[in-house]
């Protein structure tokens, strides 16, 4: 195995502690590797007014794969409050920089993967007609297109007179909003492409074909939102029909298949989204595996082999003040392991997936959202374990 150097980035609140956990365990199991930190998150955005400088960004490009922690977002108008004063004067807008990772390194490919692990008390459950109770196994791989739509950042508070202009040329928005005053009128856009659409439908169905998945969904809108999810499907039957017709192509809405994911979540295999909606039903997803102490994510870019590998939990800044860290560090172990994946690594990956679900099966370990517990400074000494404790547990089974 070449050593590689890693990029980490812990960003803000708990992000540095799940991700020293993720790194232990990844020695344990015998990755070698060189680890270099990234500045990125919020007190960059204070101190400096840039949360993302691109010191950190030429560190990426040069490495090309990282592991990031968690990120705090805040509204604009509080973003801009606690900026030093001195930029206060510099009309400095925040934006996310995970977001801005995404869109600088063309990073459009989100894969989130969702499968219960048995033995977690957390899994979803439901009432059998005879009033029992059944467990469905999920195992459902969501790609979202990381870089479009309606994070794609192009939007207006009091558009520009040619914007507004231009939006008086469609009669929908002449009849609804045309007798609005420009300055009461915000706009954000959902904008596809083709080339990026094409690009996560064929991410969906060859993983399908790999994995042996035996359909893909497609959950969108086309109903209502004829345009931009009208076209998402339209480019999977073509792509379905001319090269995969051995998998099955399925047609939700977003807000359907949030019903159907608690009737039968068993049915579903790879799912295919834009970005909000990619967002919404992979946490939706979440939720039947036991939270967002056990949702992975990789992002990245099949052409430059640049890869951003996360949870998808928040910084969650109250517990990062504890003075011992209490949350979950399986989201974070589990990107480690779809990084091990992405660089060609996937017997090792296996080995650290193996000894996660030992650890979980097992029971004797289990952090407060496991225990099913308040997250409150007080729960180690009601039985749950650490942050640490849980990576222990891990590097034992390895």
């Not at 690594?345 to 030992?358: G, I, P, T, Y």
Request: hydrophobic content about 40%; aromatic content about 10%.
């Amino acid at each position: 195995m070449v050593k590689r150097t890693i990029v980490t980035l812990p960003g803000d609140g708990i992000g540095r502690a799940v991700l020293d956990q993720a790194t232990r365990v990844l020695d344990a199991a015998g990755f070698e590797a060189n680890y270099v930190e990234g500045d990125i998150g919020w007190e960059f955005w204070k101190s400096e007014g840039d949360p993302l400088p691109q010191r950190t960004l030429d560190l990426i490009a040069k490495h090309k794969i990282a592991l990031f922690g968690a990120i705090t977002s805040k509204p604009k108008d509080d973003a801009f409050a606690e900026l030093v004063p001195e930029l206060q004067k510099q009309n400095l807008i925040y934006s996310s920089p995970i977001v801005g990772l995404r869109q600088h390194f063309g990073l459009d490919i989100c894969l989130r993967p969702c499968r219960t692990y048995k033995g977690n008390p957390l899994n979803f459950i439901r009432r059998t007609a005879g009033g029992g109770v059944d467990e469905p196994t999920v195992d459902v791989a969501i790609f979202r297109q990381n870089t479009e739509g309606l994070y794609g950042g192009v939007e207006w508070s009091n558009p520009p007179g040619q914007v507004h202009d231009a939006l008086m040329t469609h009669p929908k928005f002449m009849s609804n909003f045309g007798d609005t005053p420009i300055d009461e009128l915000s706009v954000s856009t959902r904008i596809f492409t083709r080339k990026a659409t094409e690009r996560i439908l064929r991410a969906a169905f060859e993983y399908a074909q790999k994995y042996d998945y035996t359909s893909v969904t497609v959950c969108e809108k086309p109903n209502v939102i004829r345009e931009t999810s009208g076209m998402m499907y339209k480019m999977a039957r073509d792509i379905q029909k001319a090269e995969f017709s051995e998998i099955e192509l399925w047609n939700t809405n977003i807000d359907a298949q949030m019903m159907w994911l608690t009737k039968n979540p068993e049915n579903y295999g790879v799912i295919v989204a834009g970005n909000m909606f990619g967002d919404i039903v992979s946490d939706g997803f979440a939720g039947l595996i036991g939270g967002l102490g056990f949702a992975s994510s990789a992002q990245y870019n099949p052409e430059t082999g640049v890869g951003v590998f996360e949870p998808t939990h928040g910084s969650a800044p109250r517990y990062a003040d504890y003075p011992v860290s209490i949350v979950n560090p399986i989201a974070m172990i589990e990107s480690a392991c779809m990084m091990l994946d992405f660089i060609g690594e996937q017997a090792m990956a296996f080995r650290v997936r193996n000894a996660v679900a030992e650890v979980v099966m097992e029971g004797k370990v289990r952090t407060y959202d496991m225990a099913k517990l308040a997250g409150t400074a007080d729960v180690i000494d009601k039985g749950a374990a650490s942050t640490q404790q849980m990576a222990d547990a891990i590097i034992a089974k390895l």
